[in-house]
């Protein structure tokens, strides 16, 4: 859905030249929509010895640095994104956004 904004008029010129229309910046967004990027959700982290590494096997159990309920972080090209709670959705686990962060985080 494209939410149309007020175009501004420039007292000057008399609105002849202004910013771009909002279907110009419709058309913009709309090519970055196909922009693939890499998301991925992060439980937790933990740091292992390669010595560890190497001694993991089926059932073993990494101890990550989160706690049972903690949100996890949506990570989007490497950079923290959004926060939310896992969620299982038709047997597939999903990540319920619940805070989006700021640029800097």
Same mark, same amino acid.
């Given at each position: 859905?494209? @939410? @149309?904004? #007020?175009?501004a008029?420039? =007292?000057?010129?008399?609105?002849?030249s202004?910013?771009?229309t909002?279907s110009?910046?419709?058309?913009?967004?709309s090519?970055?929509?196909? &922009? /693939? *990027?890499?998301?991925?959700? /992060?439980?937790?982290?933990? =740091?292992?010895?390669?010595?560890?590494?190497?001694?993991? +096997? #089926?059932?073993?159990?990494?101890?990550?640095?989160?706690?049972?309920?903690?949100?996890?972080?949506? *990570? *989007?090209?490497?950079? #923290?994104?959004?926060?939310?709670? &896992?969620? &299982?959705?038709?047997? $597939?686990?999903?990540?319920?956004v619940?805070?989006?962060? +700021? =640029? $800097?985080a």
């Open positions: 859905m494209t @939410q @149309q904004l #007020p175009t008029r420039r =007292e000057s010129d008399g609105g002849a202004g910013p771009p909002t110009a910046c419709g058309d913009s967004l090519r970055l929509g196909g &922009i /693939e *990027v890499n998301a991925a959700v /992060e439980l937790g982290r933990a =740091e292992l010895r390669l010595r560890d590494l190497a001694r993991l +096997a #089926p059932g073993s159990v990494v101890r990550l640095d989160r706690m049972t309920g903690e949100p996890a972080d949506l *990570v *989007v090209n490497g950079r #923290p994104f959004a926060r939310g709670e &896992i969620v &299982i959705v038709d047997d $597939h686990l999903g990540l319920r619940t805070e989006l962060l +700021a =640029e $800097h």
